[in-house]
C-alpha cells in the first residue's frame, strides 16, 4: 500500500508539472499589471524595456523604429535588378496583446530579404560568454523559410547596403523549416590556421520536437549562449534544449583527424572481398524450365452449360433521362448511366475465361547457388598516413570578431515579426533583459490562452504517454478508497466467534482458555508431545464426567414426572463446547 501512495504521489507531480508554468506565468501578469496603469481593456500599458548594463546591441524597435538598420541594395549577378526585393516594417504584431509593444516585420511573400545594423562595438573573443538572444514571432505560421540571424565578421570594409548570402559571416544561428524539416541553426564560421580557409562547423539538432514553435502562432525566445571553456547552450523560451562543446559536438570536427588514408594506396589486382561466391561446379537442371510461367488457366474448371456469352455484363440503366438543360457543347455527348446486367446474377455474361491459378511447374530464373569464396581475404583498407593537414586548435571559442547583425532571409509566408534582440556579455543583464520583455509577454499571452485542463490534453497530445499517467492518477484514489473506507472480512483475519463456528477443530472454551492462561508454567525438559498426551488424556476425562452428569439428571427428571433435565448454565454451556471435541 505504500509503493502504490508512493507511485500516486510520483504520477501527480509528473502530471502536474506541466501546469507549473502556467502558475509561474500568471504571477509573472499579475507583477506585470501592477506596474502598469489599467488605460486599456485588459489593464497593460506597454514600457519600452531598456538595458539594465554594458550590452553590444539592443533592439525592441518601440521608440527609434529602423534607426541604424540598413536594408539590402545589392544586385543580382551581371544584372542592374536589386536582388532584395522584399519589405521591411516596424508594426504591432496582428493581435495587439501588448498595445504599444512594435517589431520588425518581413512583409513580403516569396523574395529576398535582408536588413542589418552595426554594433556598437565590435566583439572580440577572449575571457567572456557571448549571449545572442531575439524574439521570433511566426504570427501566420510558416510554409517554407528562415528566420535566423548572422553576426556579420568584422571588417572595414563592410557595406551593409551591399550585404547578400556570401558576407563572411562569424556565427548563424535561428529557426528554420521547409515542408517537414523542422530546425534551430547555430553554425560557426573556423578559420583553418594550416590553410588560412574558413569552414562551418555545425552544431546538432536539439533532441526536442521543434514542430510546434512554427506553428503555434505565439512569439518565441531564442537564446545562444558561448563559453570560453568551448561550451555552447541553446534555449527556447529560457529553457535550455541543447548543450554541447565546439570540440566535440560540431560538424565536420573542429580539429581533423591525426591520420588519413594514403591516396596513393590502391587496392591490389588479386585482392578478393567477396565473402560468398556462385559455385562454380554448380549445374542448372536439366528438367529446369525457365520459361515457364507463373499462372496459367484452370483446366479442371469448364464453361457452365448455361453461361450466356452474348449478354453483356453491364447495360443503360432505364431510369436514366437526359437533363434537360444539357448542352452538348459545354457538356459533351450524353451517356446513359450503366448497369449490372440482371441477367448475369445467377449464371454469367459475356466472353468466359478460366480461372488463373499458381503454376505449379513455375521455377523462375535459375540461380548459382552461392558459397564461401575460399580466396577471401577480408574487406581491404589503405593503409594510414599523418595528415598533413593536421592542427589542433583548443580554443575554437576565439572567433573572428563581429562588427554587425544581420538577416538575410528568403520565406514563403509573410509578415514574421523580429523583437527585443540583444547581445552582452554579461549574463544579469540578459536575465534582466528576459524579465522586462519575454516573460511579460509570454505571461499575457498564457494568460489569454487554455486552462489547466486544456494545458494538460494539449501535453498528452505531444507526449501520448501522459494518458497513461492520467488515467492511473485517477484510477489510483478510487483503488485505495475501496480498500480504506469499503473493507472486506476476507481480505482480515477473522474472529474468534467466527473461526470457531466454521470449523470443526478442537477449540477451548472461555473457561479453558482461562484455566490455560492461569496454569503455570512447568519446568524441566518436558517435550511438546507429551503435554499434547496429557491434554488429551484429561480432555477425555472431562467428556466422561459431563456425560455421565447428564445421564443422571435425565434419570433424575423421569423419576419426577419427565421433561428436560435442569443442567445448570456451566454444565450446559460445557457440554455444548464438548461436542466439538473428539471423543
Partial sequence: MRLLLFLYLGTNGLALVYAQDVDDDSEKNEEFQEDAEPTRPNGIVYKPPKPAGDVYLVASFDTDGLKGWVESEAKKDDTDDIKYEGTWAVEESYDQKIPGNKGLVLKSRAKHHAIATHLQRPIYFKDLPLIVQYEVHFQDGIQCGGAYLKLLSEDDQLDLSKFFDKTPYTIMFGPDMCGQDYKLHFIFRHRDPVTGVYKEKHARQPDVDLQS????TRPHLYTLILRPDNSFEILIDDSSVSKGS???DMT??????KEIDDPNHQKPEDWDDRHRIPDPVSVKPHDWDEDAPRS???????KPDNWLDEEPEYIPDPESKKPEDWDIEMDGEW??????NPLCKTTGCGTWKPPIIPNPAYKGKWKMPMIDNPKYKGVWTPRKIPNPDYFEDTKPFLMTPIGALGLELWSVTADILFDSFIISSDEKVVKQWVKDTWARTKAIYDADGPGLIMQLLLAADKRPWLWGVYVFTV???VILFISFIWPNKRFGPPDDYYY???T????????EKLTAEAKPQQSGNTSHDQLDNEDKSKGMEEGSALRKMKVDLEKSAQAQGGGEPDLGPNTAEALRYRKTRPE
Avoid at 296 to 302: A, F, H, Q, R, Y
Fill in 213 to 216: 514553435y512554427f506553428i503555434d
Fill in 246 to 248: 565546439l570540440l566535440q
Fill in 252 to 257: 565536420p570536427p573542429v580539429n581533423p583527424p
Fill in 296 to 302: 496459367i488457366p484452370d483446366s479442371t474448371v469448364m
Fill in 335 to 340: 451517356e446513359e448511366r450503366q448497369i449490372p
Fill in 475 to 477: 484510477a489510483l484514489p
Fill in 500 to 502: 470457531y463456528k466454521k
Fill in 504 to 511: 470443526d477443530d478442537e477449540q477451548l472454551n472461555d473457561e
